[in-house]
């Protein structure tokens, strides 16, 4: 098994570039996708297969990799940003089994 | 358009049993894996269970194994986790998913997620 870290909480000013991080070592040789979840909703998903965004999903939120890292990152971040953010990628045993991360709450100031 | 939709969940006393079930449309359902994930209270995410579009694959999480069973009816594009033995660390909401499209392979996690179903394991 394997885990995903992420900081617990990452703040931005309004309109600004943050990123959210995500590290682990599944995430060198699997795709990686990030969740938004507001309180009392569902995940929603914003990015998946690393880069590609979902219809819908405003062109601001972006993803990237490098080496065991993962990054979200929001180009000009607005009020309704502020969300929890979880990223997710499969394991590295084999077994193909899901992991999510425990989540950033990203504040907009 | 897509939509899933839980219900089943509840308050359950520790050792007791629960059927989830789930219903989903807006897509071709045999087409798609399916999975269930859970989130306990001020928590991020856990993965549970998911389900090949045919049955032929099926994995659940080491937290579940033995006690949680996924299913799915391709007929009444349905699937379900039936919970046994439940304890107070099962609590929380339960969300069913769509996973991945088999015409595609697989692109990362699940992508349309149901609104969840609360379930409370306590005496």
């Known amino acids: 098994s394997s885990e995903l870290t992420q900081d617990p909480a990452v703040s931005v000013a309004l309109g600004q570039i943050v990123s959210i991080t995500c590290q682990g070592d599944s995430l060198i040789s699997n795709y990686a996708s990030w969740y938004q979840q507001k309180p009392g909703q569902a995940p929603t998903l914003i990015i998946y297969a690393t880069n590609r965004r979902p219809s819908g999903i405003p062109d601001r939120f972006s993803g990237s990799t490098s080496g065991n890292t993962a990054s979200l990152t929001i180009s000009g971040a607005q009020a309704e940003d502020e969300a929890d953010y979880y990223c997710n990628s499969r394991d590295t045993s084999g077994d193909f089994l899901e992991l999510f991360g425990g989540g950033t709450r990203l504040t907009v100031l | 358009q897509v939509q899933v939709v839980e219900s089943g969940g509840g308050l359950v006393k520790p050792g007791g049993s629960l059927r989830l079930s789930c219903t989903a449309s807006?897509?071709?359902?045999?087409?798609?894996?399916m999975t269930w994930i859970r989130q306990a209270p001020g928590k991020g995410p856990e993965w549970v269970a998911y389900?090949?579009?045919?049955?032929?694959?099926?994995k659940y999480a080491d937290s579940v194994k033995g006690r949680f069973t996924i299913s799915r009816d391709n007929a009444k594009n349905s699937v379900f986790l039936e919970m046994n033995s439940l304890r107070a660390e099962d609590t929380g909401v339960y969300y069913c998913?769509?996973?991945?499209?088999?015409?595609?392979?697989?692109?990362?996690?699940?992508?349309?997620w149901g609104q969840g179903t609360l379930v409370t394991v306590s005496a």
């Open positions: 807006g897509f071709t359902f045999i087409d798609y894996y």
């Open positions: 389900i090949s579009n045919n049955d032929l694959y099926i």
């Open positions: 998913a769509r996973y991945y499209n088999i015409l595609n392979g697989y692109q990362g996690g699940p992508d349309y």
